[in-house]
């Protein structure tokens, strides 16, 4: 059974840090590419960074270019998501997904963990 386990949201400052983890199991997850996609209320989901555990192709949505770092630990079949100078606008429950094509949208991806909620707020 896949299954895409979240943590590391909670609430934080304007201009603080999170590292968001997603922890794998139940498939061969060097074949797979695992992506970070978010969804605020009443907004479209956004896929916010995606990487390929087989060819280490990675991608970063422009909203978040240059303030998040994603990478995988492929030992313990974890992928983290570091996301810096956080925004308001970063707040969202943010999820993890999983797939064996390498996709930037999040209908691109066959599974979903439950999510983590980031909220950036003073």
């Known amino acids: 059974e896949v299954q895409l386990v979240e943590s590391g949201g909670g609430l934080v400052p304007p201009g603080g840090s999170l590292r968001l983890s997603c922890a794998a199991s139940?498939?061969?997850?060097?074949?797979?590419?695992i992506g970070w996609f978010r969804q605020a209320p009443g907004k479209e989901p956004e896929e916010v960074s995606a990487?390929?555990?087989?060819?280490?192709?990675?991608y970063y949505a422009s909203s978040v270019n240059g303030r998040a770092t994603i990478s995988s630990d492929k030992g313990n079949n974890i992928v983290y998501l570091q996301m810096d100078s956080l925004k308001p606008e970063d707040t969202a429950v943010y999820y993890c997904?999983?797939?064996?094509?390498?996709?930037?949208?999040?209908?691109?991806?066959?599974?979903r963990g439950r999510g983590t909620q980031v909220t950036v707020s003073s």
């Open positions: 997904t999983a797939d064996t094509h390498f996709g930037i949208l999040p209908q691109e991806y066959d599974y």
């Open positions: 139940g498939f061969a997850f060097e074949h797979y590419a």
């Open positions: 990487i390929a555990n087989y060819n280490g192709e990675i």
